[in-house]
């Protein structure tokens, strides 16, 4: 059985024991010094597993502890011991690449915590260099998607909260994922939430939960967003959206890592890593005064910027695959593949809507093109979206039109699938379920009839 050993740097003998007692019982050998210079001694002739240190210290600060081991020992995660409410301090060592930090008075759950976290960067393999160009989720060979990698494995050993910027579509969820899996966090909940779909008066409830009876239509207990991401990671997308009472509360419960459920009276402990995202210039909104300064300052320790898909176009070909390949697995057809003129004309494109403009070009090219390969006039990418069959110069079709649109208010995509459904059925029992059959009476390939069929769940 592997043996740990942690470094302990504080100039208080009582902090120093309470340090050595708590981490021996836990099985953790300890080495222990006074100050920068009987620390730097100790490090040139161990390579603990994890370090503490307090931030004041007789001859310099913890800071540059900190970075002295961020450049000669990279696989240490060290945690920095704060005088307790300085938050600015906290956020000074984590930018300076502190894997954590915790308060004086120190709570002892609080550090076991962090040091069992800290312990699982340092099983082997944890920051393999070897592995740093492995595309997991981040497709890409271009040099900003490798980057972006090496970024988000380095991110993926701190608690640090890092905001995510990048235009809509980019993939910066994709990019919380990939710090999430990767950091020792990766065995509990990653829970993503759009800030601007929640309705403004049921924010509250949705983030801290609330109890039974609090309000109408409060019929059970809820623990809400914090609580479920207990132990994990929280990822706010859109944060830009939330209203500034709730930027309050939010602020708060970051800050004192505490909830208060609505309804109820106790105050609850929460443990959770934060990522946060938005396509908004959040700085700009900061000067408006539609976003607290303090709570930017709070979410913004280290900043991710995710490059548009405009710029890594080398990436294009690759995720196109990938994207195929699973559209395929997921409708159970064949893999159908682009042709090269399909890759240059995609290449040509500017992609305003980023990796997800790009998987509905691929969906809707998927379903229309009638053999196995894609051309590039099966994109439709040349004088915008297909021409709509309602558009078509047939008087049948326009005198039929006016018929099939329903009086009063309609769920319009549930109205558009019952009828597409009632065709796709007809043309089934017309041709006694011969799907081949049945697609070339509806004017379509075989493929976009399986697609459509497993769509409407009519399989």
């Known amino acids: 059985m592997t043996t740990h050993t942690a470094l302990i740097v504080d100039d208080e003998p009582d902090i120093r024991d309470l340090l050595e007692i708590t981490l021996t019982r836990m ?145 910066k969820e994709l990019v919380a994922r990939m710090i999430h899996l990767q950091g020792p966090r990766s065995d509990k909940p990653f829970v993503a939430v759009n800030c601007g779909a929640i309705p403004s008066e049921l924010m509250e409830s949705e983030f801290f939960g609330h109890k039974k009876g609090s309000f109408t239509g409060a019929v059970e207990n809820k623990d809400g967003l914090f609580r479920s991401a207990d132990g994990g990671t929280l990822f706010l997308d859109e944060v830009a959206d939330l209203p500034l009472a709730m930027q309050v509360k939010l602020l708060r419960a970051i800050q004192e890592k505490v909830v208060r459920p609505v309804g109820d009276t106790k105050e609850l402990p929460v443990d959770i890593r934060l990522l946060s995202a938005t396509h908004k210039n959040l700085a700009e909104l900061v000067q408006e005064g539609s976003f607290r300064q303090d709570l930017f300052y709070r979410i913004n320790v280290i900043e991710l910027a995710v490059p548009p898909l405009r710029d890594r176009k080398d990436d294009i070909a690759l995720l196109a695959n990938h994207i195929l390949e699973r559209i395929a697995r997921e409708y159970e057809c064949d893999t159908a593949t682009l042709t090269q003129d399909a890759i240059d004309r995609l290449k040509e494109h500017d992609f305003p809507g980023n990796v997800r403009e790009l998987e509905n070009i691929l969906e809707r090219a998927f379903t229309l093109c009638d053999a196995e390969k894609i051309s590039a006039s099966d994109l439709h990418l040349g004088n915008g979206l297909p021409t709509e069959a309602g558009n078509s110069n047939d008087g049948a079709t326009a005198s039929a039109s006016p018929a099939l649109v329903p009086e009063g208010d309609i769920d319009l995509e549930g109205y558009l699938e019952s009828i597409e459904r009632q065709a796709i059925e007809k043309a089934l029992e017309a041709t006694r379920w011969n799907k081949t059959a049945a697609a070339k009476k509806l004017g379509i390939s075989f493929r976009a009839l399986r697609y459509r069929l497993k769509k409407l769940g009519m399989e």
């Open 27 to 171: 099985g953790i050998k300890t080495l222990t010094a006074q100050d920068l210079t009987s620390a730097f001694k100790l490090l040139e002739q161990h390579t603990p597993q994890l370090c503490l240190t307090d931030m004041n210290l007789p001859d310099g600060n913890g800071i540059e502890l900190v970075q002295w081991i961020q450049q000669h020992r990279p696989d240490t995660p060290v945690a920095v011991i704060t005088a307790y409410g300085n938050m600015d301090t906290a956020i000074e060592s984590l930018k300076a690449g502190a894997f954590d930090f915790v308060s004086k008075p120190v709570e002892l759950s609080r550090l076991r915590e962090l040091v069992n976290s800290a312990l699982k960067l340092a099983k082997p393999g944890a920051n393999n260099d070897d592995t740093a160009d492995e595309p997991g989720l981040l497709l890409g060979n271009s040099a900003q998607i490798k980057k972006l990698r090496n970024q988000t494995r380095k991110l993926a050993r701190s608690q640090a909260p890092v905001f995510i910027s990048g235009e809509s579509g980019s993939g």
